[in-house]
């Protein structure tokens, strides 16, 4: 594969992860967590665990939270140089957007989805209310918006770097 | 023109990714989550998450989708447009047809249903409702994320070909 392809194809892959992982954020901060708010204790408590357990998966983990970091940074190392480097300031921007939603989940979001977790079986959880109260579900949706900001201003800077990608491409073939 | 049809094409590419993703992270966290949760969590889970579902953010990525990429696609049709991209993005828009042909088909109607099954404490066998709904909305889910992956990478690729061509 020539430096171009490689290019293409690290970008592309970027790209594509970027969005998906947007689109999970997205999809807690419109859908899952107004929707789980209007439940029960009990319901609230035992789903967002279950839902935080069986996020970590190799789909979520290489199609979305670690690939868009590694493509990206792939991305950006294959663009060093060359004709290609007009296209790595956004590149680079796309890189450091994501790099907050990557310090807000693990500073901010994981820690909290571990206490949860660890409260262990609802059914023996005396009070629900206060693990519950605990976990402080307005704090977390109101950081995944942030992040959900972030990442969705990392997966623009991606798209449009893919039109910048192809006009340097084009320029050097003399097309 | 020629901005027009960039912009069209990136905000096209935006939401589609938005709706891939959204898909893409019921298949493997939302469905298998809930599905490892007892029945009452399951039913109630789901239809707290169904009905928050209907809000603007979700459906300017569900409807702008197939929108922006149709007017993508006409912009690119027009004397100054790129042939390939156009040829992109309808390759985008027909995989998008399949994914709302299937939504329409298969999961709003068991959504209802399990909508219409009412409150799960009111709800004698919760078991029942479960097993009407959860394999056949699951398999097709796949299917229909699989078809929406794929026109997102369609217009990825579209986007490229856009810079090529000028």
Redesign the interface.
Do not use: C, K, Q, Y
């Given at each position: 594969m020539t430096r171009e392809g490689l290019q293409?194809a690290a970008?592309?892959l970027a790209?594509?992860t970027?969005?998906?992982?947007?689109?999970?954020f997205?999809?807690y901060?419109?859908?899952?967590m107004?929707?789980?708010s209007?439940?029960?204790d009990?319901?609230f408590v035992?789903?967002f665990q279950?839902?935080?357990?069986?996020?970590i998966?190799p789909?979520?983990m290489a199609?979305?939270f670690i690939g868009a970091l590694v493509f990206t940074a792939l991305a950006a190392g294959l663009h060093i140089g060359g004709a290609a480097r007009t296209v790595l300031p956004w590149i680079v921007a796309a890189l450091v957007l994501y790099l907050i939603a990557v310090v807000i989940t693990i500073g901010v979001e994981v820690p909290v989805n571990d206490d949860l977790k660890a409260a262990g079986d609802p059914d023996q959880i005396a009070n629900l209310a206060t693990v519950r109260n605990d976990f402080d579900e307005t704090t977390w949706a109101r950081w995944n918006v942030v992040r959900t900001l972030t990442s969705?201003a990392a997966?623009?800077c991606l798209?449009?770097s893919?039109?910048?990608?192809?006009?340097?491409?084009?320029s050097t073939e003399g097309? | 023109m020629e901005l027009a049809q960039g912009l069209v094409l990136f905000v096209a590419t935006l939401t589609m990714g938005l709706a891939a993703g959204f898909l893409y992270a019921y298949a493997h966290d939302i469905m298998p989550g809930l599905g490892r949760s007892d029945d009452r969590t399951f039913v109630a889970g789901f239809q707290a998450v169904d009905r928050a579902v209907v809000n603007p953010w979700f459906l300017a990525g569900f409807l702008g989708a197939p929108l922006l990429t149709g007017v993508a696609i006409l912009l690119e049709a027009t004397d100054d447009g790129d042939r390939e991209v156009m040829w992109w993005s309808f390759a985008a828009f027909v995989l998008y047809f399949i994914v709302i042909a299937i939504t329409r088909r298969v999961h709003l109607p068991l959504n209802a249903e399990l909508q219409a099954a009412g409150d799960p404490d009111q709800i004698a066998d919760l078991a029942a409702v479960r097993q009407r709904f959860e394999a056949r909305w699951v398999r097709w889910h796949v299917v229909r994320t699989v078809a929406n992956v794929a026109a997102f990478g369609c217009l990825l690729w579209a986007l490229v070909l856009f810079g090529r061509a000028t």
């Open positions: 293409a970008l592309v790209t594509m970027m969005g998906l992982i947007t689109g999970a997205a999809l901060a419109h859908t899952v107004p929707g789980l209007d439940t029960d009990r319901t035992t789903a279950e839902l935080d357990r069986s996020i998966n789909w979520f199609g979305g969705l997966f623009g798209a449009w893919l039109v910048r990608h192809g006009r340097v491409a084009a097309r | -």
